[in-house]
């Protein structure tokens, strides 16, 4: 009983500290920064410049995603003034 205690209890640290890794890489490299800032570009320039319909989540579901699906954690909006 002990043994498989230590093993869970090994497995439970070894996915923390991947998890924890994770998440420091992504923030390292300014991954949520990037990805907003693809988002954002890319909806502005499908509604501003191409002209088409302001609707923010049609152009995301069109453009944005396709790319990557870590942009699906990503949400805009469009201030036509």
Known sequence: MKVLKRIL???VAVVVALVVLAVGVLMWFNIPQNAAGMAAETVCAA??????EPDAQQIMADDVLPASGVLKAISTEIDEQ
């Open 47 to 52: 509604t501003f410049v191409a002209g088409r």
């Open 9 to 11: 209890l090994g497995v």
